[in-house]
């Protein structure tokens, strides 16, 4: 048995009660009860703000905390925890990053890193006992103001608190009620605005639900500092527990005299009444609150005259939001010097946000004002889960702005916020990762500013509904460029026009999107693509969509349920050459948003392509024909895939086309970057042939220095597809001693069958696949120690999760959060110093920027250093051509036209180092731009395969099916020889495979 008195908190906020925490809270009384644990007393709190935990449960003093707890489990709790002192771990809260339980409250990241002022009794007190909060202080700050402060101190106070308004607006609070004491009259109101109509913000029921007193208490010194004598609180109706729990302190702090008539004896009056509203957003708007009050149809009027010179039934009113009225007993009780302390600029103390969407963890956090975006979503969020990218924040509720990954070092304040776009708003905090789109989710806040718009401005009503069809047709494939202006043109006349703040901030989402993400409003409208596949209008099935060279994916897994692998070949393709160099390395975009993924597991697309073509009837020939002889000649510079697929097309239109390649052997990166053991060069070599066989000629050995030589050999047209072969150098002292190897050249070297020396323990700098094939080649070399030093984490690190699956399996070492400093020969060895890092603030790519810790440099000894930090395109002065970032050739993006006639790039050379897949895309755009600029249409599509019969949607999933695991070859005969690693599937395993997809494409066009 515990030692000590104890309670047991269940949480009864509204989260945990829906998830039964009464029952929970009953079964533990039952059970202690039948243990006899006299020492235990089982109680009850508000919510804690971490509901996604819930029900929770907490022990005090002992401060374990238990999370997701079901009736089921009060026995154990009762008996293990209570009775015998051993709490029960398998229910403790578990750190979303490092995976470990944390049994203490006061340890949880969520919490510690918290500044909790407004919320600071919430989960610690029972919100329907008035003694609870006067334990904890509470109606001290009135006592004090009413017989220590007069007025015009409290208002002083609380003005050099430099407290603002949490309601959205940000007013400061200490002017606010100035203005209101100093307008005339003897009846004045004071509101607390709980209407908090924000879609996913429940901040001030929490706070009403766990803490009403201090929300009471709040009310109780403005209405003395401004001098009401009436006061209510607007609240909605759909928040019946705040109600009730409101009721029930108004009657208690009634009954202790903290309200009514002359308070604690002072002469000072004040009564408050609770108003429940019907729910309409713009009813939060303080001119419609008091026209709902009133009990007339809340809409805004025009203002001045402020609410503070004619409010409620005309009479001087100060409105506050319910955080900014529980701020109040703190600013007085630990003063205005204190509490401006805990803020930032022009803002004194703490804010609190909901923070949602895309985040670890989620829930009600309260910070200083001025802490950063990256400390609130990383620090106490713990980032954005299941190792996806942040893409944007969206503050300030619905008509808050989305920000960017770039700007999360913003620091969170009124006036950062509004540079930057945004809104404070009233607390709204949303995270959104890579499988968000931008439009669709301006889209989906305007549309609730829209239907919530009151009507009343012709802007407003109307702007908001313009702006709404133009998205609308953005997003279902009919927009046109000139919409994005149309949209920041409206967006200003209807924040122009509109007389409350709902009109004034309904396009921030829109505007911010477009300022930030106007790439994507553009390829929703050039390209009809959207890169998150969710906007349904433009995405028939997500993976076809997200298919770089867009394979009709549906359709080939449809032929492969029925065994016709011929058929789902040909499908294959009608969009590339390299069905079976995909099947083998394609980083397969198209599983990234399968929608199989949301029942159970994506489906396995790349290897079904293996399948498809181990077993392939050659059926696709059939059909596949060659144009007669243009008399056009195209030459191409590179034969990797972008190279080569363009030169397949382009031969297919009747152009005659011959590729230089200055290497000797035809495949780019695909035949010397991408190791056997991963793609055999058979392989490669037969699809290459059948580029071949539709008439390309391949020049091999044969270096082109400039391109336009070639137009007097009689070419009409280049293309450049030189890829991205110059090795990014580490930048360090030493790396130039012949030990330090460049991962490229290495792995060029051993495809080429060069001898390759390197000695037992090999380093390799670098977290992408050139540096994970480095890796793992080296071992096949023989290198008994192989170590790559990586400056990030695992979850950042670029390279595909099943090539560092597949490298730490095989023995190779990693060492995260380490960069090399520099390099020393020394007695036949190299020694490498590496410094440690850690993750600071997020870069544009959406990644925490690592940052080296200072002192904390290390040595390890190597015999070879590989450096493998990056590729950049090497494209030579000769070819007078001015290059971007990364030194990539600058084009026309739509028509890969380079600035000089008849000259066309693409592929890695553009694009930088990317994929084979990206390249085969960039290849089918370069067909059809170079085709159209010869005087053809550019049609390089064909139909290959025979029309499909009959075939019906899936009605219903019945039951989880994860995908076939693909066997491997056995770990003992991996390393000593280059042998394919990754088996394939079988015939019947692919089937099988295959007829778990949705048919997503079917759905769509019902
Ligand atoms: C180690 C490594 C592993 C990779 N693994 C994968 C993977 O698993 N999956 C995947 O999808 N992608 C992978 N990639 C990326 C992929 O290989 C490339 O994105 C793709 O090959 C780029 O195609 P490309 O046609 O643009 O250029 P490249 O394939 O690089 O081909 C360019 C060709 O141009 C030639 N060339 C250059 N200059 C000249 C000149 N002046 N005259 C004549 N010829 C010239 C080069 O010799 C080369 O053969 C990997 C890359 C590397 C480096
Ligand atoms: C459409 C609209 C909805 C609003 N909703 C709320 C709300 O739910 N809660 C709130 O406190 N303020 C809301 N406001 C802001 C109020 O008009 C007012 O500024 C606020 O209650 C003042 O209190 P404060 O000074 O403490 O922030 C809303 C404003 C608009 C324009
Ligand atoms: S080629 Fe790659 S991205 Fe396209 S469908 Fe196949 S596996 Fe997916
Ligand atoms: S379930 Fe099938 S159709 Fe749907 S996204 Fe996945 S592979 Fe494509
Ligand atoms: S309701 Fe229990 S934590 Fe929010």
Redesign the pocket.
């Known amino acids: 048995m515990l030692d000590n008195q104890c309670t047991i908190f269940v949480c009864h906020g509204t989260g945990c009660v829906s998830g039964k925490s009464v029952e929970i809270r009953l079964a533990l009384e039952k059970e202690v009860g039948e243990l006899g644990l006299d020492n235990v007393k089982v109680d009850f709190t508000g919510c804690h703000g971490f509901c996604e935990q819930g029900p929770l449960v907490v022990v005090e003093p002992e401060g374990i905390f238990y999370t997701r707890v079901s009736v089921e489990d009060v026995p154990e709790i009762a008996r293990s925890h209570l009775r015998d002192g051993q709490p029960v771990e398998r229910l403790f809260y578990r750190d979303p990053v490092s995976r470990q339980a944390v049994p203490y409250y006061k340890d949880i990241n969520f919490y510690r890193k918290q500044h909790r002022l407004i919320l600071r009794n919430c989960g610690h007190i029972n919100p329907e006992r008035i003694e609870d909060y006067i334990d904890m202080d509470g109606y001290q700050s009135l006592r004090k103001v009413l017989f220590e402060m007069t007025p015009e101190q409290v208002i002083d106070e609380v003005k050099r608190s430099r407290l603002?308004?949490?309601?959205?607006?940000?007013?400061p609070?200490g002017r606010?009620w100035e203005f209101c004491r100093r307008t005339p009259g003897t009846v004045k109101y004071l509101i607390c605005?709980?209407?908090?109509?924000?879609p996913g913000a429940f901040m001030?029921r929490s706070i009403m639900e766990a803490d009403p007193h201090t929300v009471i208490e709040g009310m109780a010194i403005a209405a003395y500092a401004i001098g009401a004598t009436e006061g209510y609180i607007y609240i909605r109706a759909e928040y019946p527990l705040a109600v009730k729990r409101l009721r029930i302190a108004l009657k208690q702090a009634g009954e202790k005299g903290f309200l009514g008539e002359s308070i604690l004896g002072s002469g000072f009056s004040f009564n408050v009444h609770v108003k429940e509203g019907a729910g309409a957003?713009?009813c939060?708007?303080?001119t419609a609150?008091m026209a709902s009050i009133e009990g007339k149809r809340g809409m805004?009027r025009p203002r001045p005259p402020f609410p503070a010179q004619s409010g409620l039934w005309g009479k001087p009113t100060n409105?506050?939001?319910?955080k900014?009225?529980a701020s109040i007993p703190v600013v007085i009780a630990r003063g205005a010097d204190w509490y401006v302390s805990i803020g930032s600029g022009k803002s004194g103390g703490t804010a609190v946000f909901a923070l949602t969407g895309k985040i670890a963890n989620s829930g009600l956090v309260e910070v200083p004002m001025g802490m950063s975006l990256q400390e609130i979503i990383y620090g106490i969020g713990g980032g954005v889960p299941n190792g996806k990218r942040l893409k944007a924040v969206q503050t300030g509720g619905p008509s808050g702005g989305c920000l960017p990954a770039n700007q999360l070092n913003l620091p969170v304040d009124y006036e950062e916020l509004t540079e930057a776009g945004s809104i404070m708003g009233?607390g709204g905090m949303v995270v959104m990762d890579e499988d968000t789109c931008v439009v669709d989710i301006a889209k989906f806040f305007l549309s609730f500013t829209q239907v919530?718009s009151c009507g009343k401005c012709v802007p407003c009503r109307l702007g908001t509904k313009q702006m709404l069809d133009i998205l609308e047709d953005i997003t279902n494939g009919r927009g046109k460029l000139e919409d994005i202006d149309l949209l920041e043109d409206l967006a200003k006349d209807v924040v122009a026009g509109s007389l409350?703040?709902?009109g004034?901030?309904a396009p921030n989402p829109v505007l911010t999107t477009i300022r930030y993400f106007r790439d994507e409003y553009e390829e929703h409208i050039k390209r009809h693509y959207c890169r998150a596949a969710v906007c349904k209008g433009l995405v028939t099935a997500p993976c076809s969509h997200l298919c770089p060279a867009g394979i009709d994916v549906p359709r080939h897994i449809r032929f492969i349920t029925e065994g016709k692998f011929g058929e789902a070949v040909a499908v294959i393709r009608e969009k590339i050459p390299f069905p079976l160099v995909c099947g083998y390395v394609c980083l397969h975009f198209c599983e990234t948003r399968c929608r199989r993924g949301e029942l159970d597991e994506t489906i396995g697309i790349r290897v079904l392509h293996r399948v498809a073509v181990e077993h392939d009837t050659g059926l696709w020939k059939q059909n596949s024909k060659v144009a007669p002889a243009t008399g056009k000649r195209v030459a191409i510079i590179g034969s990797g895939p972008a190279g080569l697929t363009a030169a397949y097309y382009l031969a297919k239109l009747g152009h005659s086309v011959t590729v230089f390649e200055a290497l000797p052997e035809p495949g780019g990166m695909m035949r010397f970057g991408i190791p056997d053991y991963r793609l055999p060069k058979d392989i490669l070599r037969a699809e290459i042939e059948e580029i071949e066989g539709v008439g390309v000629e391949i020049k091999t050995n044969t270096r082109v220095d400039s391109p336009e030589s070639l137009f007097d050999q009689g070419y009409n047209a280049i293309f450049l597809a030189v890829g991205a072969h110059q090795a990014i150098r580490l930048g360090v002292e030493g790396e130039d001693s012949p030990r330090v190897k460049g991962g490229i050249s290495f792995l060029r070297d051993v495809s080429l069958g060069k001898e390759v020396e390197l000695g037992n323990r090999v380093a390799i700098i670098g977290g992408g696949n050139a540096a994970i094939d480095s890796a793992r080649t080296a071992l096949r070399l023989g290198a008994e120690e192989v170590t790559i030093i990586y400056r990030r984490t695992r979850a950042e690190m670029p390279a595909s999760p099943e090539e560092i699956e597949g490298a730490l399996v095989e023995g190779v070492n990693i060492h995260f959060l380490a960069a090399p400093s520099s390099i020393i020969s020394q007695n036949g060895e190299l020694q490498l110093e590496c410094i440690r890092m850690k993750l600071g603030a997020v870069d544009a790519s959406g990644r925490q920027r690592p940052e080296p810790i200072k002192g904390s440099e290390f040595t390890m000894g190597f015999d070879t250093i590989i450096a493998a930090i990056g590729q950049r395109p090497q494209v030579p002065a000769s070819f007078g051509l001015p290059t971007g970032r990364g030194n990539t050739i600058q084009v026309d993006p739509d028509t890969l036209a380079t600035g000089k006639e008849g000259i066309f790039a693409g592929g890695d050379a553009v694009s930088g180092p990317a994929t084979v897949i990206e390249a085969i895309a960039a290849g089918r755009q370069a067909a059809i731009s170079i085709d159209k600029y010869l005087g053809g249409k550019g049609i390089i599509d064909e139909t290959l395969a025979p029309p499909e019969g009959e075939v019906a949607p899936v009605e219903e999933v019945e039951e989880e099916k994860r995908r076939p695991p693909i066997p491997t070859l056995p770990l003992e005969q991996r390393l000593s020889s280059f042998a394919n690693v990754e088996l394939g599937l079988s015939e019947g395993a692919a089937i099988e495979e295959a007829n778990r997809c949705l048919k997503c494409d079917l759905e769509e066009k019902e």
């Open positions: 603002r308004g949490r309601g959205g607006a940000g007013f609070t606010k605005n709980a209407d908090e109509g924000d001030d957003f713009v939060g708007e303080e609150l805004p409105i506050n939001n319910v900014t009225l009233s919530e409350c703040a709902l004034g901030t």
